[in-house]
């Protein structure tokens, strides 16, 4: 890709953070976490466009980025002698948007929050209703195992949701 | 529960926090935070280090007219160049990770990079706090004394516990974190050689650590070895 500017990176983030946060928002568990993980992200991905080719689609490029960093660099952070930990801009959060989600929502967040990293990054493709071929790309197995995988954990999601509806 | 339920569900689900360009912005400038944590930062933190080690050593040699010391201090700085050019070239190999690849490709890179290289650079990091407590000794002497006893110095034991106890606190901390991670990394490609039913990735990683491992003995030799001739050779001035 060729070299962005500040402020067309700053677009290209603005314009794809919700994918970025739906990332953080299953990896963590605290709002602290949730920016700090945003934070790696982004830099990671400034640092990493320079050497984007195109070969993928820019989506599917940032989903590595980001699920490799919350996967691969996340839990160092926390267990870090060089941690420090850095207030957040009070309008990131929002109070409203938390209230509103509903009890299914939480639950859903639930259920995915007890899965392992991997199976959480599947679970995340797969209701962000990525294709088998791309989740294969991202993933890096085939789309065979990709197909099998989402099966057993859409059944495993479904098992605990159920349970915890108290259907 | 239908799969339709479940997409539904997760369509309804918005992350808590959203953020505008200046926010956005704001996060970008402040990399420096994010490369505090890093495996990068130790490496050139600890670069900064022996170059401040180095100069110190160097500086000593010119001011000093003890030709013992002299000697001393630039085999020391000597040495000190070499293991700053193999950190130097660990740092190239943290950079050559690829965090675009794919997931399993990236657990895989890191698990070789911490297992190998990165082990190996914990030993130089150690090291350099055993150079830096036993360069400020010498410093200690020479400002005190004016002048230094090589042979009382190099043969009184606390001149070495001190050094030894801050090599030792500074690997084993660092080693349990590096621990942690390889342990978190492993579970995941684990993870995935059950989806892939395929244990050939494990059986890579485990030739290169059998590789580092060897790469590893023979730098701690190097060192071990490195010392006890400078010692020698001091002794014998």
Redesign the interface.
């Known amino acids: 890709m060729k070299n962005l500017t ?1 402020k067309e ?3 290209v ?2 314009e794809n ?2 994918l970025i ?2 990332i ?2 299953i990896y963590c568990e605290s ?1 602290a976490d ?2 700090d993980l ?3 992200i ?3 991905l ?3 466009l320079r ?2 080719r195109g070969e993928s689609k820019l989506s599917t ?1 940032i989903y ?2 980001g ?3 919350a ?3 996340f ?3 926390k ?6 930990t ?1 207030e957040l ?1 009070e ?4 109070p409203k ?2 209230a ?3 009890e ?2 939480k ?3 639930h259920a995915i929050s007890m899965l ?4 959480k ?1 599947i679970a995340l493709l797969y ?3 990525r294709k088998y071929d791309e989740i294969a ?6 789309e065979k ?1 990709v197909s ?2 989402i099966v057993r954990l ?1 059944k495993k ?2 098992q605990i ?2 349970k915890q509806l108290g ?1 | ?1 239908e ?1 339709q ?3 539904s ?2 369509d ?10 200046a ?6 400038k ?2 420096y ?6 495996q990068g ?2 490496i050139i933190f600890d670069i900064i280090m022996k170059s401040i080690i180095i100069a110190a050593l160097v500086l000593l040699a010119i001011l000093s007219e003890q030709k013992d010391l002299q000697i001393l201090t630039l085999s020391i700085a000597a040495l000190s160049l070499i293991f700053l050019v193999i950190v130097a070239n660990i740092h190239s190999s943290y950079k050559s990770i ?10 895989k890179e ?1 698990l070789l990079f911490l297992e190998g290289k990165f082990n190996t650079f914990l030993i130089f990091y150690s090291l350099t706090n055993f150079l830096l407590v036993f360069t400020g000794f010498i410093y200690y002497q020479i400002i005190k004394y004016d002048n230094i006893d090589l042979v009382a110095f190099l043969t009184d034991p606390f001149m070495y516990l001190f050094p030894i106890v801050a090599f030792a606190i500074s690997y084993f ?2 080693h349990q ?1 590096v621990k ?2 390889i342990t ?2 492993t ?2 490609m684990h ?2 050689e059950d ?3 395929s244990k050939y990735h494990s059986y890579i990683i485990n030739k290169q650590k059998e590789k580092q491992f060897r790469n590893r003995l023979i730098a701690i030799s190097l060192i071990f070895f490195g010392l006890v001739f400078l010692v020698l050779i001091l002794l014998i001035l």
């Open positions: 500040d990176f700053e677009q983030i603005f953070q919700l946060l739906k953080c928002s709002q949730k920016d945003f934070q790696e982004m830099i990671n400034w640092k990493g050497s984007y490029w590595r980025v699920l490799n960093t996967i691969s660099g839990k160092k952070r267990r870090s002698p060089f941690i420090q850095e801009p309008h990131s959060i929002d948007l938390q509103n989600q509903n299914e929502v639950i859903l967040y392992k990293p991997i199976d990054a209701l962000e209703e790309e991202i993933i890096g197995i085939s195992n099998v995988r859409k999601l479904e949701i159920t259907g | 529960m799969k339920d479940i997409h569900i997760w309804q689900a918005k992350p808590a926090a959203e953020y505008s360009p926010q956005i912005n704001t996060y970008r402040k990399q935070r994010q490369v505090k944590r890093s930062f130790l690829n965090i675009g690849n794919s997931i399993m490709e990236n657990i890191r901390s660092q974190v942690q991670q978190d990394l579970e995941a993870e995935l989806m892939d039913n």
